[in-house]
């Protein structure tokens, strides 16, 4: 089992690297790719170092999967190159997401989808992943109408960049600017790039990925967008209005025994979900759960993930997996 990971010293690569040795996945071969600027540099996997090696170079070692984690027109162009050798590619980019025929997985959801055939496979934007796990359950049940969603989303989903910045924010250094405002003490609504209409790109996934994931364009959905400084992980506030009406306990019932949810719901304790808690994490926690007492069949959730890991690397590692034990 040869694994390439395609951005493998970026904070996403550096991510799936550490989730990949956690995995129940033999690797006889690692195969860290980046760009010709970093080619040559040692990384270790499971105590063994490895040199990293350009993408034409890790074609030529003819993997099983590919691991993409290095930007949409990096995926556009070589993912097919990939593919055309038998290489399977787990894409963390927007690259192919919308494609109706490139699988949108979330192994606890639709991994059903998946099948031989399939050889460029897109993961989520982190936001949709921790979002949809929740909400997934309770769509089967009572059929989600509507959903207003505001997202609370960590730097670390920036990269590299955003994070010094708010190091350099912190320590009164003046360095580089991933954002066009400060972020240390401030809250920028902006993730993305702005629309015609006045959404983001980052609004406007959470719009039609969950969609696609849920396989139901009925669902009516807003988003706003605000990145945070924080570093462990994104939070997410969303109004769900249901066709049908809801018990609340059964309805936690039914979130605490979902896969890949923890509930963290006791108010009288002040139990709930914070990103401090959830960084290093691979479930996505769910909390302050109540009714909405403004609509009819409405609930309100906090849901919190460890963007890094669910959001991006322990999502792609497990499409791996799922494909290892249920396709090849």
């Given amino acids: 089992m040869k694994i390439a990971i395609i951005g493998a010293t970026g904070l996403v690569g550096t991510m ?3 989730v990949l040795e956690e995995s129940n996945i033999s690797v006889s071969e690692f195969i860290p790719v980046a760009s010709e ?7 270790f996997f499971k105590g063994k170092s490895y040199k990293v090696v350009g993408i034409e170079e890790a074609i030529s070692k003819n993997p099983q999967f590919a691991i993409f984690s290095a930007g949409g027109s990096t995926s556009k162009k070589w993912a ?13 980019s927007s690259a192919w997401r919308m494609f109706p025929e490139i699988p949108l997985i979330v192994p606890e959801i639709n991994a059903d989808l998946l ?9 989520p934007n982190c936001s949709t992943i921790q979002m949809v796990v929740a909400l997934a359950p309770l769509h089967l049940k009572y059929k989600i109408k509507r959903l207003v969603i505001s997202t609370y989303q960590s730097v670390t989903g920036t990269g590299v960049k955003a994070v010094e910045q708010l190091n350099n924010e912190r320590n009164k250094i003046d360095g580089i600017k991933a954002y066009p405002h400060p972020i240390d ?11 015609e209409n006045g959404y983001t790109t980052e609004e406007q996934k959470l719009v039609d990925e969950t969609r696609k994931i849920l396989r139901d364009e009925s669902i009516r959905i807003t988003a706003t967008v605000v990145r945070v400084p924080v570093f462990g992980g994104h939070s997410e506030s969303v109004n769900i209005e249901f066709e049908n009406d809801f018990e609340l306990n059964e309805l936690k019932d039914l979130l605490s025994s979902s896969p890949g949810i923890t509930v963290l719901n006791d108010d009288k304790n002040n139990v709930y979900p914070m990103p401090l808690f959830a960084e290093g994490k691979n479930d996505v926690f769910v909390g302050r759960i109540r009714r909405d ?3 009819p069949n409405s609930l309100n959730l906090w849901i919190v993930s460890d963007n890094l890991r669910k959001g991006a690397a322990t999502n792609a590692v497990q499409i791996a997996e799922y ?3 249920k396709v090849l």
Wanted: a negative charge; charged letters at 20%; glycine letters at 8%.
């Fill in 293 to 295: 007492e403004s609509n």
């Fill in 37 to 43: 600027k970093s080619v040559g540099k040692e990384i």
């Fill in 16 to 18: 799936m690297i550490k």
């Fill in 80 to 92: 097919p190159e990939f593919a055309k050798i038998g290489t399977i590619v787990i894409d963390n």
């Fill in 323 to 325: 494909i290892i034990d």
């Fill in 115 to 123: 099948n031989k055939s399939h050889y460029i496979i897109s993961n």
């Fill in 185 to 195: 003490l401030n809250l920028i609504p902006h993730g993305g790039d702005f629309l």
